[in-house]
């Protein structure tokens, strides 16, 4: 699991991004990089890295599930994700 600081940091350039995202659309598309600029730096969607929902793990990230690879097995393992289950030849 990680540090819940990281989690919640996560969650605040997420919201940050939100936030500023149709401002930001008009400012590139008025082509005025100045006041871009003066946006927060957290306001670009760039600067978010994926984290798992669950876990918070930053690495083995699925995009299509929006977990981790090691939670994506054990939960497929179990039976919690439809459409997945364990082959074998």
């Known amino acids: ?3 819940k600081s990281k989690m919640m940091k996560h969650l605040r350039q997420q ?3 939100e936030k500023y995202a ?3 659309k008009a400012l590139i598309q008025a ?3 100045t006041a871009l ?3 927060p730096r957290d306001a670009s969607p760039v600067r978010v890295h994926n ?3 669950l876990t918070g793990r930053p690495h083995g990230y699925l995009r299509k599930y929006g977990i981790s690879r090691i939670l994506f097995r054990e939960l ?3 039976g919690k994700i439809p459409g997945i289950h364990k082959s074998s030849w």
Do not use: F, I, P
Request: net charge positive; hydrophobic share 35%.
């Open 51 to 53: 984290r798992c929902a």
């Open 15 to 17: 919201q940050t991004v």
């Open 1 to 3: 699991m990680a540090k």
């Open 37 to 39: 600029s003066k946006l």
């Open 22 to 24: 149709e401002l930001r």
């Open 76 to 78: 497929a393992h179990q």
């Open 31 to 33: 082509g005025d990089r």
